[in-house]
């Protein structure tokens, strides 16, 4: 007898909300360009297209491969399984509808966790409405496809599924090959395999996915590039090194762990009302307190001997010893889905421990973070619909001050326009020296040369051109992968003014030059200095 499907209303209202969802995100991202300069949105397609086997990527992006090679290689291989490796919007498209089809992942879990799913589906309401969900989607990045393959791992986990060790190793594979905090949260995972309680033969099969997981990985770093450099590892060693050589080494440290936790919060309080306005506490105040619940929902399934309570905390640990406070928003975009179930869970035991039904509970926490997260999306919605080009930049929703917004967002519209400039006015086999040569391979089809170091004096940085040989050198007062300083482009004018010819020059509102194309002197380039 064949058998029979039935769907609720939670069920079908999800779906709606689903599909909703994907179409008006996916449309919202679709444009032929970069959504910024200060994101890895480069480097996953310039992985995507060496990858992809539909179209053969142009040797200066094969030969920049090497050095994007350090970020794990599922989301950028399925761009170019996908066949948006080459189309700037589609793979756009692609990275909002993973996020879309996070929310029936949201609706599973959080009925297993909650039991009702009504309740789930008020989950799902209030992360698809989440502004940060809406900011950090513009863009071709991993964070969505983390978050989707973090949800399944955990539904995985709460099921029978999980019996078959092959289904939770193929989760936890997927997981830390989309990202490299992965591998945290698969040890952490491990962790919790040997330490519960139980017959050693059930901790030693409760181990196979972390060790799949972690094999995945090792074959990854076996088959890629030889002279691909790990940065992520470079940038810890580097944290550890600095905190080592510190006087006060505790203090250093516990200074830090503040700077962190400090980011994290307001970065939490920024995924639920995007701003807020300082003296008016009150929705603040309402921000921490979800807050607070998640993170007790959190800490409870920990001392529960829940796997997921200890990959979650695992993860949160991690961006508190990682040293850029100023991406805080982008790190802990995705695991909010999974912090709001635990604010729910901690919230319904809350109210089972003292006797009362969780339902008005649930209603009221949604109505609190909707509170919180609509007016912030109607901000998103008017910038997006009064922007022009503007609306294409993530900085333009980034910034409440509209000048401000204006003025970031033409700068990275600026560095576009940069590219194509520099496509235009320079041979196809041309070599282009700039701090970032990955984006010079990808926008401007030229083969990119990695600008000297910053810290080196004017003879040594014409030391390292002259090593170089680059046909071109592009300054730019922005740096992509430093964005607070501009040391490199001070660097770049001291050493070579007066010694290379300008192409083009851009200038700045105020008059001043913004970037500059520069062709060395054969003088530089044969050794005078």
């Not at 409440?400 to 003025?407: E, G, H, K, S």
Request: with cysteine; hydrophobic share 55%.
């Amino acid at each position: 007898m064949r058998a029979r499907f039935s769907f609720s209303t939670a069920d079908l209202a999800v779906g709606l909300l689903t599909s909703i969802f994907g179409a008006i995100a996916a449309r919202f991202v679709w444009q032929p360009v970069l959504a910024s300069f200060a994101d890895d949105s480069v480097s996953y397609l310039v992985m995507a297209q060496v990858f992809s086997p539909w179209q053969a990527a142009i040797p200066p992006v094969a030969e920049a491969f090497s050095h994007e090679a350090f970020y794990p290689p599922l989301f950028p291989a399925l761009l170019g399984l996908l066949g948006a490796a080459h189309d700037t919007a589609l793979a756009h498209a692609v990275t909002a509808l993973m996020l879309a089809a996070c929310l029936p992942l949201v609706y599973v879990l959080g009925i297993r966790w909650l039991g009702e799913k009504w309740a789930a589906a008020a989950v799902v309401l209030t992360v698809a409405l989440l502004p940060s969900l809406w900011i950090h989607v513009k863009g071709v990045l991993s964070e969505p496809l983390f978050s989707l393959l973090l949800l399944a791992t955990l539904c995985v986990l709460e099921t029978k599924l999980a019996r078959n060790a092959w289904l939770p190793a193929l989760a936890m594979a997927a997981l830390a090959l989309t990202r490299t905090v992965g591998l945290a949260m698969v040890a952490a995972h491990a962790l919790w395999a040997v330490t519960r309680p139980g017959p050693l033969a059930a901790r030693m099969r409760a181990l196979l996915p972390a060790l799949a997981a972690a094999a995945a990985y090792a074959t990854w770093v076996l088959l890629r590039p030889a002279e691909t450099s790990d940065v992520n590892v470079r940038i810890m060693v580097e944290r550890l090194l600095g905190l080592a050589g510190e006087d006060a080494l505790w203090a250093a440290l516990w200074n830090g762990l503040l700077t962190q936790a400090n980011a994290l919060a307001e970065a939490w309080v920024g995924a639920l009302m995007l701003f807020w306005v300082e003296g008016r506490p009150v929705r603040v105040v309402l921000a921490g307190a979800v807050g607070f619940l998640a993170l007790a929902g959190m800490a409870a399934r920990l001392a529960a001997g829940k796997a997921d309570g200890w990959m979650l905390a695992a993860y949160l640990v991690t961006f508190l010893l990682w040293p850029f406070h100023d991406q805080m928003t982008r790190f802990l975009f995705p695991v909010l889905p999974v912090l709001f179930l635990y604010a729910f869970w901690a919230l319904a035991a809350a109210l089972r421990a003292v006797g009362r039904a969780p339902g008005m509970g649930h209603a009221l926490l949604a109505l609190v973070a909707l509170s919180l997260s609509v007016p912030a999306l109607a901000f998103i919605q008017q910038r997006a619909s009064s922007g022009g080009r503007y609306a294409e930049m993530t900085d333009w929703y980034r910034r409440p001050d509209l000048d401000d917004a204006r003025a970031r967002s033409q700068v990275h519209l600026d560095l576009l326009a940069d590219m194509e400039l520099i496509k235009s006015l320079t041979g196809p086999e041309a070599r282009v020296m700039w701090v970032a040569p990955s984006y010079i391979a990808l926008l401007a089809e030229r083969r990119g040369v990695r600008a000297p170091q910053p810290d080196l004096g004017p003879a040594a940085y014409r030391a390292a051109v002259r090593k170089a040989r680059p046909d071109y050198v592009f300054l730019s007062v922005y740096h992509p992968r430093d964005t607070l300083r501009d040391a490199a482009w001070r660097a770049g004018i001291a050493a070579l003014s007066g010694r290379a010819q300008t192409v083009h020059a851009r200038p700045r509102p105020d008059g001043a030059p913004g970037s500059l194309l520069l062709k060395p002197g054969s003088s530089l380039l044969e050794g005078g200095d």
